[in-house]
């Protein structure tokens, strides 16, 4: 079974509008981290936004923020005020074990390409 | 402070050769860890290091192997190269402790003829 599912290949959104991208995950680990990363043409990964299985508060960093919903094992991305500099991939991804332990390996999902429309 | 610098930026090599990827981490991090990104497969995981050991490996034949040195810069080796090993080989770079994301660097693009 795949760990982490994006099930949209593709979106289209409005420039100045909100847009979310879908992410499950599957883990039987009770410590875990979710991240969101960009992929520009470039080819260059940005980090996003971080949710650890812990936290108790949906995670917000400027326009991103984090739907994370442990019970439904997801943890979607929302971007506030769609920009043309949006237009990517993104990639949901996770990381099992307690963070500083002695694994650091994230699973990626396969990918949205975001199209911010003018 | 600088980030993650992965050389070369493009590789072309044909069937057959070996090829040496170059990735220097974030000052002060410790944990290097390499992936493979294909359209068809995706990001898949090649392996970790951190202080000069491997400590987790992904499911990828024996050609594909990888070090760290003591400066924490680690190379990874692919030999006898195949048409499909052509693909964005990635390097990130991560601290121990709280929220620890890894910083990509823009990876190598390799190409295999």
């Known amino acids: 079974a795949q760990k982490i599912t994006q099930t949209q290949p593709g979106m289209f959104v409005q420039e100045k509008e909100a847009v979310t991208l879908d992410c499950t995950y599957d883990t039987s680990d009770p410590s875990y981290g979710l991240f969101w990363y960009k992929q520009p043409s470039s080819g260059e990964m940005i980090f996003l936004i971080y949710q650890g299985s812990y936290d108790q508060q949906n995670a917000t960093e400027g326009r991103y923020s984090l739907n994370f919903q442990k019970a439904r094992k997801s943890a979607n991305l929302v971007i506030s005020a769609s920009q043309l500099g949006d237009s990517a991939m993104y990639f949901c991804a996770m990381r099992e074990g307690r963070s500083g332990g002695s694994n650091y390996k994230l699973t990626f999902g396969k990918g949205t390409l975001l199209t911010v429309n003018p | 402070k600088a980030g993650v610098t992965q050389t070369p930026r493009y590789l072309i090599k044909t069937r057959g050769q070996q090829v040496t990827l170059s990735c220097s981490p974030i000052?002060?991090?410790?944990?290097v860890s390499w992936y493979q990104q294909t359209p068809g497969q995706g990001l898949q995981f090649l392996f970790e290091y951190f202080s000069e050991t491997q400590r987790n490996k992904g499911n990828f034949p024996g050609r594909f192997s990888g070090r760290q040195f003591s400066n924490s810069r680690s190379e990874m080796n692919v030999s006898t190269l195949e048409l499909g090993d052509s693909a964005l080989y990635l390097c990130a770079s991560s601290s121990l402790g709280g929220n620890t994301e890894a910083f990509f660097g823009q990876g190598t693009r390799l190409t295999v003829v």
């Open positions: 000052s002060g991090h410790r944990s």
